[in-house]
């Protein structure tokens, strides 16, 4: 890209002087300082062109070469080959392959209000209808199928950030962001500048945005876990919060506190220098902690990115401090650009914080108003509501108290035939368990036979009972001991279940898994000795 288009996107001399006048000295030194790296190349490639035999093959190496670092500029993409095979598979055609890759939309052109800025810009929040001087924060998507969901070429063109890189193709991609910055004049602040969907119109629902609430909030939890990682060995650091901006300046608002905003760039030179001895000096971090809501975000993230382009961050490391507004807007009340001492960082937020003092103090004593003024309604309501409740309650007193009556009279007849009731159930129940007990120990009686005669095959067996009582009676000695329990319970001396039969020498107690065996079996043939053990 020769100089003459860079010139071309500039504009002419007379705009250029119109717009120098709002550039610092930094930004003009670094303008004429790519003007006169184009024209060292001009010159490196006419005596390039000059000495090769292949002046088409050379032009259409350096063009190929142009458009791969130009790609890895805008997309980040490392890896070289990897950029010539995207733009290979595109046909070379840089915008194409960047918006496939970005998954923007080529014909994206975002409109660029310049605005005057006074002592803090007012920036519009996502909610704010659009207007001729302000656009939302987060764009609603096109009807079409290719709505972006990162800025287009188009876009990302206007708002690539002036660094200088190694090589001169990188300064040629300088160029092309700060002529095109140039050539708009001093944009507004508006944050409706980070978002450049067309269906902006109102009554579209919050869920279709570009950006999802969820989305933002993954980015900044992803931002402050990568930055506790990086500098977690700090004593103090600011407590980033975990939220979207929109969430994050909603929170300061709710707090009456300023929003401190961090815009992180991970492979600016003064980065981690400045976080680790600025942002995480005690002081500094202390005095963030306590009087700011501080909220950061990375610029390789969608919407640090977007950020940097709205608060038109053209150095770093990148701060700024924000506040609601009135009218649906946002105040942009200081931005420090560069790195800074933490002095120099704690002079400038303290004088913010002094200036903004009064501001934060008439809106929590407002909010206060407001709750003590909506606290007397409520108070008052409540009283009329007594007053006019009072009567009613009288009222209902005496028919509570005569229903009440009425209902205790009621349950005392009906627990009188209740407890009658159990009390003839009850001595059904007994009658009916005794006459059942007799009838069982009838039957086991009757199940026993007659006892037989002493014999090789009986065996006698003596019972004795807990109260001193003795029992004894012949079997055949392939009866089972089940037969033993049989006999104990005809005999009515003991509940049926409730102890066990049980031999001395050697103590063997006979339970349910022995009542199968039989008298020689269990080793009681020719003759045992039991005694009753009641059951705990």
């Known amino acids: 890209m020769d100089c003459s288009r860079v010139k071309n996107l500039v504009g002419t001399s007379h705009t250029r002087s119109k717009a120098h006048q709002f550039l610092s000295r930094p930004v003009k030194q670094s303008l004429r300082l790519i003007e006169l790296n184009h024209r060292w190349m001009d010159r490196y490639r006419a ?81 704010a209808e659009p207007s001729s001087s302000s656009s939302p924060l987060i764009a609603e998507p096109s009807s079409t199928a290719a709505a972006a969901a990162r800025p287009s070429l188009t876009w990302r063109l206007i ?69 506790e990682s990086e500098y977690g060995f700090m004593p103090t650091r600011p407590n980033f919060v975990s939220d979207g901006f929109m969430d994050a300046l909603q929170r300061s608002r709710n ?122 309604r409520e108070e008052q309501d409540a009283a009329y509501r007594a007053a006019l409740e009072a009567d009613q309650a009288r009222e209902r007193q005496r028919k509570e108290e005569q229903e009440r009556l009425e209902r205790e009279a009621a349950e005392a007849e009906r627990k009188r035939k209740e407890e009658e009731e159990a009390r003839l159930r009850a001595e059904r129940e007994v009658a009916e368990r005794a006459a059942a007990l007799a009838k069982l120990r009838e039957e086991k009686a009757l199940s026993l036979g007659a006892e037989p005669e002493k014999g090789p095959d009986v065996t006698r067996v003596l019972v004795r009972f807990p109260a001193g009582e003795r029992k004894e009676r012949r079997f055949h000695s392939d009866d089972t001991i089940q ?25 063997v107690v006979y339970r349910s898994d022995k009542l199968s065996l039989s008298l020689r079996e269990a080793g009681l043939h020719p003759q045992a000795s039991l005694f009753v053990e009641l059951n705990s």
């Open 483 to 507: 037969r033993l329990y049989d006999y104990v319970d005809s005999l009515g001396c003991l509940e049926i279940g409730n102890y066990s039969l049980v031999s001395n020498f050697p103590r």
């Open 255 to 376: 707090a009456y506190k300023l929003l401190f905003v961090y815009l992180h760039s991970p492979e600016h030179p003064d980065t981690s220098v400045f976080c680790e001895r600025t942002l995480c000096n005690d002081a500094l971090a202390a005095f963030v902690n306590e009087n700011f809501v501080a909220w950061g975000g990375s610029i390789r993230a969608s919407e640090g990115f977007k950020m940097s382009n709205s608060l038109k961050a053209s150095r770093f490391p990148f701060c700024a401090v924000v506040m609601a507004a009135t009218n649906q807007r946002i105040a942009l009340l200081q931005q420090v650009e560069g790195p800074k001492t933490p002095e120099e960082m704690l002079m400038v937020l303290q004088r913010v914080l002094e200036e903004s003092a009064p501001v934060l103090v008439a809106a929590r004593l407002d909010a206060e108003e407001r709750r003590t003024n909506m606290q007397l």
């Open 159 to 227: 708002t690539l950030p002036i660094s200088v890189v190694s090589g001169s193709l990188g300064l040629v991609s300088g160029a092309i962001g700060l002529g095109m910055w140039v050539a708009g004049g001093v944009l507004s602040y508006s944050l409706g500048m980070i978002g450049l969907g067309s269906g902006s119109g109102r009554g579209v629902d919050s869920s279709t945005r570009l950006v999802s609430v969820s989305a933002a909030a993954l980015e900044a939890m992803d931002f402050v876990a990568a930055f």
């Open 47 to 127: 005596n390039l062109l000059a000495t090769s035999t292949a002046q088409g093959e050379i032009e259409d190496m350096v063009d190929v070469a142009d458009k791969v670092s130009y790609f890895q500029a805008l997309t980040g993409v490392e890896d070289r080959d990897l950029c010539s095979d995207i733009l290979e598979a595109h046909g070379w055609d840089l915008e194409l392959a960047i918006s496939s890759f970005t998954g923007g939309n080529p014909s994206d052109n975002p409109s660029v209000n310049p605005t005057a800025t006074a002592s803090s810009s007012s920036i519009p929040p996502p909610d």
